[in-house]
């Protein structure tokens, strides 16, 4: 095991315009900070009220960036986990305080992301820093919402609700929770993906702090498996990192919470409090138990509070003096779980698999060593191979000689020659006792004990002797032996014995009789069940008959059916806009659908070739700013090594010369690169005039044909032919389907922008608009059947 040490605790103070200088100062190594109360004067000139308070922390982060918080908090412990150190970072505060931004980030912006995207980065890069592992990635999303427990990742399509409720488990290897999914993700897009999913279902509601309040704990769990690549490293180490986002205390009374969103703060404010007394209890070294099970937070994080863990505690705090009392009480809770000590260890266990290819590579090792001690030993004969048939047959050979006494003795070589004699002997053994049951089942009839039909059948034959024991029956077995009774003269022994073997006989014809299940019932039974099952036929003879019967107790189909669609009358009630707007792309607009489509082709090509373009000229820059770089400094060292001329001419050497060269290379190639990205651009401008101009001249078709198909009256139609009074678009239109930029378009712009600042910001952004497409889908889909049972 590892040493024991403290927790580390941390405090973020919001930013804020009101912040309360006079009641908050901090410490000059920002590791400490101090309350400041003033007195209330009502309570007379006997005040005892403390009105000072001093805390020690591990630092406080004011007015501080996302990437110095991750720095600062998080770094050290993920990547003690790549080393099977498990791991815990706990976000707790006031509600409103900032938790879910400190844990999660803005995952609209690439730059404001929280602590839980920026481990998932740092872990995979870390993984392709160590080719010599292979590391497995597995991850969960628990949430705790009023004392049930809710897999926040239960809506994907593989996963689907669990029928039986998730509940808490301990093993000796820790606590788990059984019925959560835990998903493999094999790169950091799709560990992405999981956490924007289950942000999606996370529960939040609004109050008078806060407009997005967390109404419940959740805890994000990354589980790391390292596996050397090496066949003979048995060992493996595993650790997993929780990401615990509280809840936020609060006070009702500031809140404002009623109904539901009362109760959920109810049972917040609840489990807190069970936290802060299984901190308490931590940290008194004198108390025996601790409270885990007192709710399923604290049971849950029971391998985090106070296990073999790295733990680090965010505390979000107010700096406005209204909340002073709240900030008071965070602070307190911060400075209570540095009492607190963990015993952090890594890990390790054994891979069977492997174990079992170096033992047995041990093992024909140790079969060569003894081989050639037995040469040297004259030993040639000794094999220590598992015996084969033949050597098999062999042993059992020389068993039953030796047992019928022409084999004096058997010759010892090895052990396991003597283990294969003695299960040899329990071999010869058997088969002469079976030998000897067959023989007598041969000469006599046996009777189970337990057949009584066939006992009282034998009691009337006078079988039994006057005790009502069979006759020769031995002691302690289930059968007896046909005997002739005691009464039957010796002279007829043979007769007595005919008379014992024919009323058996027809005892049993009888009872084969009589018994309920004898060879033709089973005949019978077995036809009657193969006849419940139908044949194909007659499976589909009763399907069409079910169906004509279902058919012919139908009502007439109505006027929508797709018999009445034939007909030139509309429906009662239009169809709604998606559905006739896919019709009408697939019919009377398709032609421009399919120009439209086309254009929108060429313009991602252009737009994908002028990122590819910016890349370049960005690479190039790069380069150049090297260039130019080393060139200053070769002109420096030039300068004061003293510089040479001749004939007017300055003298420099040829490494300068080179760099001359290649800046005017790359001058070049920055200038040629750069006209084309400018050509490029005034393609896309073309090219998104016309994707613009096919997008607007397919709504107002579409406009047109919905109107003149669903809207406008019968007895109008004629107006709307040519020479008619009403001209095709002169129809008002109240809603209309938007034809806007798609996910693609808005995604295309958005890598133009950001992606030359932050290329690491890929996979990010390609989950969150995998994420909304996926929901987006969802809802057209549920809109759709609503509008369909309508």
């Not at 790549?82 to 006031?94: A, E, P, R, V």
């Not at 690491?760 to 049972?789: C, P, W």
Request: hydrophobic letters at 35%; aromatic letters at 6%; one cysteine or more.
């Amino acid at each position: 095991m590892g040493t024991r040490k403290k927790v580390h605790a941390f405090v973020r103070v919001k930013p804020t315009d009101d912040f309360a200088h006079e009641m908050i100062r901090y410490g000059d190594d920002k590791r400490s900070i101090d309350i400041h109360l003033k007195k209330d004067i009502r309570r007379g000139v006997v005040n005892n009220q403390q009105i000072d308070w001093s805390f020690k922390l591990d630092g406080v982060l004011h007015d501080a960036s996302q990437d110095l918080v991750y720095e600062t908090v998080a770094k050290d412990v993920v990547s003690q986990a790549l080393n099977g150190y498990n791991g815990t970072i706990m976000c707790y505060g006031q509600t409103g305080a900032g938790k879910t931004y400190t844990m999660t980030g803005a995952t609209e912006n690439y730059k404001h992301r929280g602590i839980l995207p920026r481990a998932l980065q740092q872990v995979f890069r870390m993984i392709e820093e160590r080719p010599t592992h292979a590391i497995t990635v597995r991850v969960s999303y628990l949430e705790i919402y009023n004392e049930s427990l809710f897999d926040l990742l239960s809506t994907l399509p593989y996963v689907g609700p669990s029928v039986t409720p998730m509940t808490i488990v301990e093993n000796p290897q820790g606590v788990f929770i059984k019925g959560l999914s835990v998903h493999l993700t094999s790169q950091e897009e799709d560990a992405f993906s999981l956490l924007f999913e289950g942000e999606t279902n996370r529960i939040i509601a609004s109050h008078t702090m806060n407009k997005n309040s967390s109404r419940s704990h959740c805890i994000f769990t990354i589980y790391l498996e390292a596996h050397s690549r090496t066949l003979s490293e048995e060992k493996y180490i595993t650790s997993k990192i929780n990401l615990v986002d509280l809840a936020g205390s609060e006070r009702l009374g500031k809140s404002g919470s009623e109904g539901r969103v009362l109760k959920e703060a109810t049972y917040i404010n609840k489990s807190l409090s069970f936290l802060e007394q299984a901190i308490i209890a931590l940290g008194d070294q004198k108390r025996d138990h601790i409270p885990f099970r007192q709710c399923k937070l604290t049971h849950a994080l029971k391998d985090s509070l106070g296990g073999n863990c790295n733990m680090v505690l965010v505390t979000n705090i107010y700096g406005e003096a209204a909340q002073l009392e709240e900030t008071l009480s965070s602070l307190r809770f911060a400075s209570r779980m540095k009492l607190v000590t963990t015993e952090p260890a890594i890990n390790e266990k054994y891979d069977a698999e492997r174990m079992v290819k170096n033992l047995e590579k041990e093992l024909a090792l140790l079969k060569q060593e003894l081989a050639i001690h037995d040469s040297l030993t004259n030993r040639t004969f000794v094999t220590y191979e598992a015996m084969d048939e033949i050597q098999i047959a062999e042993i059992n050979s020389q068993v039953r000689r030796y047992l019928e006494g022409t084999l004096d003795e058997i010759d010892i070589i090895n052990l396991r020659q003597i283990k294969e004699v003695f299960n040899q002997f329990r071999v010869v053994l058997s088969q002469q006792e079976q030998e000897v049951e067959s023989t007598l089942r041969r000469k006599y009839t046996l009777i189970d004990r337990n057949d009584f039909a066939a006992i009282s059948a034998v009691q009337k034959a006078g079988l039994v002797d006057v005790d009502g024991h069979l006759v020769g029956e031995p002691e302690g077995q289930n059968f007896g032996l046909g005997v002739a009774p005691f009464s039957t003269k010796p002279g007829k022994k043979a007769k007595s014995k005919k008379t014992f073997k024919e009323p058996l006989s027809s005892l049993a014809r009888k009872e084969g009789a009589s018994s309920p299940v004898n060879g033709k019932d089973l005949d019978y039974v077995s036809t009657s069940k193969t006849q419940l099952v139908p044949s194909s036929k007659d499976g589909d003879v009763k399907d069409m008959l079910s169906r004509d019967r279902e058919t012919s107790s139908i009502e007439p189909l109505p006027s929508d059916s797709p018999k009445e669609e034939l007909r030139p009358i509309r429906p009662d009630t239009p169809p709604s806009k998606p559905v006739a707007f896919e019709e009408f792309k697939n019919e009377r607009g398709s032609e421009i659908n399919r120009i439209f489509k086309e254009n929108k082709s060429i313009l991602n090509e252009r737009r994908k070739r002028a990122s590819e373009t910016t890349q370049r000229i960005n690479a190039i820059k790069r380069e150049i700013d090297v260039t130019k770089e080393a060139l200053d400094f070769q002109k420096s060292l030039r300068e004061k090594q003293g510089e040479y001329e001749s004939k007017g001419l300055m003298i420099i050497d040829e490494e300068e010369f080179l760099l001359i060269l290649k800046l005017k290379d790359l001058k070049k190639q920055y200038r040629s690169e750069y006209q084309d990205l400018r050509d490029l651009r005034a393609e896309i401008q073309y090219c998104q005039h016309l994707v613009d101009q096919c997008r607007h001249r397919l709504l107002m078709e579409f406009d047109i044909w919905y109107n003149e198909s669903f809207v406008i009256p019968e007895d109008m139609q004629m107006a709307l032919k040519p020479g008619g009074s009403i001209r095709p678009g002169m129809v008002p239109v109240n809603r209309i389907v938007s034809l806007g930029e798609d996910d693609q378009d808005k995604f295309s712009q958005l890598q133009q922008r950001v992606l030359p600042e932050g290329p690491d910001s890929i996979s990010f952004y390609n989950a969150k608009v995998k994420t909304e497409q996926k929901h987006n889908y969802l809802k057209t889909m549920m809109g759709l059947q609503q509008a369909h049972r309508k």
